[in-house]
Each structure stands twice: as structure tokens, then as C-alpha cells.
């Protein structure tokens, strides 16, 4: 069965201390892992996306990485508005169209 | 990026009727459309999926005479809520991919309140 756990739950960083959240998975044959952000009362906005082991990918703070069994987003220097829950999901090669996410990390950056 | 919109973003009914919440793709066709709901501090569950034109494919344990869906365009998939309960009251969000994309693009989420 597909699964995926993040962690920690919760995060509180000071703005400008670094950190990563952890994304680990089982999968039968993956196609893509995602990373998406999630601010209170909103749908999920896109982050990236992994294809295979060793791809990083990098947007301003941001970058994440993959490995065969977990994905790390990295942020750097965080700002207040870098606080929200972030969510990764996969997608199986046996799974159609179906994601499978993680329960999601929750990060507060404190200025 | 794909941008995905639904209307409205809030609704308050009265228990026993119905409400329809619309999604739609605003600059892609979108083969694929997704319904999830979502509780406080928890992550996406989701409901159904459906290709344009096609009856959509609910979850295990989705009631699929309650949650009616239709995708009757590539840019436009309805949930509609019949007969609602205050049990159905939560946050909806649909999702959206292209051909042959495996992203998902999320709309901004329906916050549903049965009274």
C-alpha cells in the first residue's frame, strides 16, 4: 500500500533560522512526488514536483529534494509569510490520477 | 501557473436542501477534474474523480447519490450537495489536471455550513 508520513507536525522557526521537513514514502513504482502549500482556508498551491531519486528543484526559499524513500523541502532563511502547511502526496505508477498526501506539516515562522 | 477557481467560496444552507458548488479551469482543459473535502487540522480526503464527459468514480464510502458530480466540459466539474446535513458541512476543494500532466492544480476550496 502507498503511504506517506510527514514530519514533524508542527514546526516553529525564528525568521531567518533554516530547517527541512521530512517526507517519507513506501510505493510500489512511483511517477511524481509533490510538494504543495497550504495557507488556512485556502485549496493547496503547487509547489513542485520530483520525478526520480537524486532531482532537486528550488523556488526563493524553497528546495526539494528526493531520495528513494523520502523527499526533504529545505527552507532557507524563512520570513513570516513563508507559514503555512505543507503537504507532499505522491502519485503511483499503479494509481491512475489518484494522490496519496501526507498528513502535512504545519511551520510558523516567528519574526 | 494553471489556475483553477470555484464559486462560491462560502455557502450557508438550510438542512434538506441542495447546494452546488462549481469548479472550473480558467486557462487549460482539464481531463481530469478531482473533488476532495477536507476537516480542521487534517489533511485532503478525497471524494471523486472525473473525465470530462464521463460518470465520475466515487471513493469507497462516498455516497454517490449525495455528492452528485458532473464534468460536462474541460473546464467546468459541479458537486452538487443534495439533501444536505450539518454532518456535510466542511471544506470542499476540486482539482484539476491537463493531458498529460501528473500536477494537480487546486482551486481555492468552498467552505459549506449546514444549518
Known amino acids: 500500500e502507498d503511504q506517506v508520513t510527514q514530519s514533524p507536525e508542527a514546526l516553529r522557526l525564528q525568521e531567518g533560522e533554516s530547517s527541512s521537513l521530512n517526507c517519507s514514502y513506501t510505493v510500489s513504482g512511483l511517477r511524481g512526488l509533490f510538494w504543495y502549500r497550504q495557507d488556512p482556508g485556502k485549496g493547496p498551491e503547487f509547489l513542485f514536483t520530483?520525478?526520480?531519486a537524486g532531482e532537486e528543484k528550488e523556488k526563493e526559499r524553497l528546495k526539494a529534494t528526493l531520495t528513494k524513500k523520502e523527499s526533504f523541502l529545505h527552507i532557507t532563511a524563512p520570513k513570516p509569510e513563508d507559514s503555512a502547511t505543507y503537504l507532499c502526496?505522491?502519485?503511483?505508477?499503479?494509481?491512475?490520477?489518484?494522490?496519496?498526501f501526507g498528513e502535512g506539516t504545519q511551520l510558523t515562522v516567528n519574526p | 501557473g494553471a489556475v483553477v477557481s470555484q464559486h462560491p467560496s462560502r455557502v450557508i444552507c438550510k438542512s434538506g436542501t441542495s447546494v452546488k458548488i462549481e469548479c472550473r479551469s480558467l486557462d487549460f482543459q482539464a481531463t481530469t477534474m478531482f473533488w476532495y473535502r477536507q476537516f480542521p487540522k487534517q489533511s485532503l480526503m478525497l471524494m471523486a474523480t472525473?473525465?470530462?464527459?464521463?460518470?465520475?468514480?466515487?471513493e469507497q464510502g462516498v455516497e454517490k447519490d449525495k455528492f452528485l458530480i458532473n464534468h460536462a466540459s474541460l473546464t467546468l466539474s459541479t458537486l452538487t450537495v443534495t439533501s444536505a446535513h450539518p454532518e456535510d458541512s466542511s471544506f470542499y476543494i476540486c482539482?484539476?489536471?491537463?493531458?498529460?500532466?501528473?500536477?494537480?492544480?487546486f482551486g481555492p476550496g468552498t467552505r459549506l455550513t449546514v444549518t
Open positions: 472525473s473525465n470530462e464527459g464521463s460518470k465520475a468514480t466515487y
Open positions: 502526496a505522491l502519485l503511483a505508477k499503479t494509481s491512475g490520477s489518484r494522490l496519496t
Open positions: 482539482s484539476a489536471t491537463g493531458t498529460g500532466w501528473y500536477e494537480q492544480y
Open positions: 520530483l520525478y526520480s
